[in-house]
């Protein structure tokens, strides 16, 4: 295949026959060869493991460029929205497109107190989980259980109604999550307040009890706010990819930000950040030294990786990582200043990136790889990072999902395969099987 630039069209040479093949781009980035023909003119498929090379969708919520560590929402950079926003506020700029007004801020956090409360019958859903349940399977489960408790949001439905689905979903998850924690330590839930922003109600949630007064401190619902904006929306990334896939059945939104939670659990996405605290752990337990640990990460041999390492999409310094970097020396600096897994962090991170194996995958950390350590620090346990991340992720999964259904060109996500069984055999009945 060759294409000049300047050309709307691709040439795609197969059989000896010349195919013209439509070329598109978006505003930004990469261009991309229109396959949506593919197969019926030219009788090919594309064959594209981890759809790697493959643009599923046109999408305005959020611009990557991996090469030059370049991350946009809507338009506004990462490191200003960190730094000037409110989750809140980001929440609101990936839904609606726009920053809010102050006006419509103060309404919207009004109805995120509004519906913060769960129905009651499903409190009684976090006693029948076993002693050492994961949160993330709590959570995926309460969120596609809140359909049967909430009116289905269906897809003609006003736009007030789908502001109502919307800030339930990012109201609740949050008590979800705070009530999943509570499970799990055998702790009384602490209710939602109308009296605290977003941030600071979840905090008071998870760490408040009956026997011990807390209130939570500005600056860690200012640190919470930020790392939840760091986590907001990442373009196509596989739990996105599963919202979108779920949802292109028709399936409803609960149902398909659930299927999201469960694509995110997994190590090599957001459940790396509980991956990395406890390969952190390890080596200071095993007193492994970082050479040691950088050895085994490029052992093929070895199924261990350097988690928070590696990334699809950024082949330089993820700009996320860059700003969790910072906050965590100073978090940690302020709260737990000779935490040893710190010093192994930074010690491995500057061996691998010293080491020509990274050097020449453009292998370098990602956004994982210092926020464990700064939950850590605010006193989150392990097994509740990859739910702060669903939280933050959240604003992300629903803005996809509205945006997928406001698509003209959206179809049910349904790839293909080149199969590699057996061919047509004769059927063996089964007394005559070996
Ligand atoms: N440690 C050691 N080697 C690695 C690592 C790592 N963390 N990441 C990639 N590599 C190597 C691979 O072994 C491969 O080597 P090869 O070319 O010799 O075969 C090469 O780098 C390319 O890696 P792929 O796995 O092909 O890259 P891919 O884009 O498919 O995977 C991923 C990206 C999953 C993030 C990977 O880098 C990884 O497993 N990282 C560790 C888990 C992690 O931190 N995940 C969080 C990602 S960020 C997020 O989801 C929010």
Redesign the pocket.
């Known amino acids: 295949m060759n294409d000049n630039r300047s050309d709307p069209q691709a040439n795609l040479h197969l059989d000896g026959k010349n195919f013209r093949l439509e070329m598109v781009a978006g505003s930004m980035g990469d261009r991309a060869v229109h396959l949506g023909k593919l197969r019926s003119e030219t009788g090919c498929m594309a064959f594209d493991p981890?759809m790697?090379n493959t643009a599923i969708c046109r999408s305005a919520i959020t611009f990557v460029d991996g090469e030059k560590g370049v991350l946009l929402h809507r338009g506004y950079a990462i490191a200003d929205l960190v730094e000037h926003c409110s989750f809140i506020e980001v929440a609101y700029l990936l839904i609606h497109g726009t920053l809010p007004t102050l006006e419509q801020q103060q309404q919207f956090s009004r109805l995120l107190n509004i519906h913060s409360m769960l129905h009651e019958d499903m409190r009684s859903f976090f006693g029948n989980y076993p002693e050492g349940a994961h949160p993330m399977a709590v959570l995926s489960a309460m969120v596609v259980s809140l359909s049967s408790f909430y009116p289905e949001l269906r897809l003609e439905t006003g736009k007030e109604e789908m502001n109502i689905t919307v800030t339930r979903l990012l109201s609740k998850l949050r008590t979800i999550a705070a009530f999943s924690y509570k499970k799990s330590i055998g702790e009384p839930f602490v209710y939602p307040s109308y009296k605290f922003s977003y941030c600071e109600n979840f905090l008071n949630m998870m760490f408040s009890s009956p026997v011990s007064h807390y209130r939570a401190d500005a600056y860690d619902v200012a640190i919470m706010n930020k790392l939840l904006i760091l986590?907001a929306d990442?373009e196509q990334?596989?739990s996105t990819t599963a919202v979108r896939m779920v949802g292109s059945t028709g399936a409803n939104l609960y149902a398909c930000i659930s299927a999201g939670i469960c694509a995110?659990w997994g190590?090599?996405?957001?459940?790396?950040n509980q991956?990395?605290v406890e390969m952190l752990e390890r080596i200071q337990q095993q007193g492994l030294t970082v050479d040691q640990v950088v050895t085994m990460?490029?052992d093929?041999n070895d199924p261990?990786?350097?988690?928070?390492?590696?990334?699809?999409?950024y082949k330089s310094y993820?700009p996320r990582a860059k700003i969790a970097k910072q906050l965590c020396m100073a978090v940690l600096q302020k709260k737990k200043p000779n935490d040893p897994l710190v010093a192994t962090a930074l010690a491995l991170e500057e061996r691998a990136l010293q080491d020509s194996?990274?050097q020449d995958?453009r292998?370098y950390p990602?956004?994982?790889?210092y926020t464990g350590l700064i939950y850590r620090a605010l006193g989150f346990p392990k097994e509740m990072f990859t739910v702060l991340?669903a939280l933050g992720r959240l604003p992300g999964w629903i803005a996809h999902w509205q945006e997928m259904h406001q698509d003209p060109e959206q179809k049910i996500m349904r790839p293909r395969q080149l199969y590699t069984g057996p061919g047509p055999l004769p059927f063996v009945p089964i007394e005559e099987r070996s």
Do not use: E, P, Q
């Open positions: 981890g790697a986590h990442h990334n596989a995110l190590a090599l996405h957001g459940g790396a991956a990395v990460a490029k093929h261990f990786r350097l988690m928070g390492f590696g990334h699809r999409i993820d194996y990274f995958r292998l990602n956004v994982d790889f991340f």
